[in-house]
C-alpha cells in the first residue's frame, strides 16, 4: 500500500488550495478513505472521511463549509479542496485509509504535506 499526498505549500490567510493523494498497493474504490492533520507540536485532528463510492462524506465542526473531500475512482486519487483557510503554522495533512468496510482505526498514511498558512 503506498499514499502519496501533493498539492501543499505556502498559502495566504483566506486563500484556498488542493491537496491531492495518489493511492496504489489496493483497489482504492473498495476502501474508505480519510485525511488527517496535525500542527507543530500538537496531536491529530480528524479533518474528513469519504466512503468507498464517494456518497457518503463526513467533516469536522472545525473545517464544515470550508473543505471538500472528493475521490476519483477511476484515477485512485483523493481530494481535498480547501477554502477560506486559516493562519496556521504549517500543519501536515495526511492521507490515510481505512480497513475494509470502514471499520477499524486508520492502518495506512502517507507521508503528509505541510500547508502553511501565513501572510
Known amino acids: 500500500v503506498q499514499l502519496v499526498e501533493s498539492g501543499g505549500g505556502l498559502v495566504q490567510p483566506g486563500g484556498s488550495l488542493r491537496l491531492s493523494c495518489a493511492a496504489s498497493?489496493?483497489?482504492?474504490?473498495?476502501?474508505?478513505m480519510s485525511w488527517v492533520r496535525q500542527a507543530p507540536g500538537k496531536g491529530l485532528e480528524w479533518v474528513a472521511d469519504?466512503?468507498?463510492?464517494?456518497?457518503?462524506?463526513y467533516y469536522a465542526d472545525s473545517v464544515k463549509g470550508r473543505f471538500t473531500i472528493s475521490r476519483d475512482n477511476a484515477k485512485n486519487t483523493l481530494y481535498l479542496q480547501m477554502n477560506s483557510l486559516e493562519p496556521e503554522k504549517a500543519p501536515l495533512y495526511y492521507c490515510?485509509?481505512?480497513?475494509?468496510?470502514?471499520?477499524?482505526?486508520?492502518?495506512?498514511w502517507g507521508q503528509g504535506t505541510q500547508v502553511p498558512v501565513s501572510s
Open positions: 469519504i466512503n468507498s463510492g464517494g456518497g457518503g462524506i
Open positions: 498497493g489496493f483497489t482504492f474504490n473498495n476502501y474508505y
Open positions: 490515510a485509509k481505512y480497513p475494509k468496510c470502514g471499520l477499524g482505526a486508520l492502518d495506512y
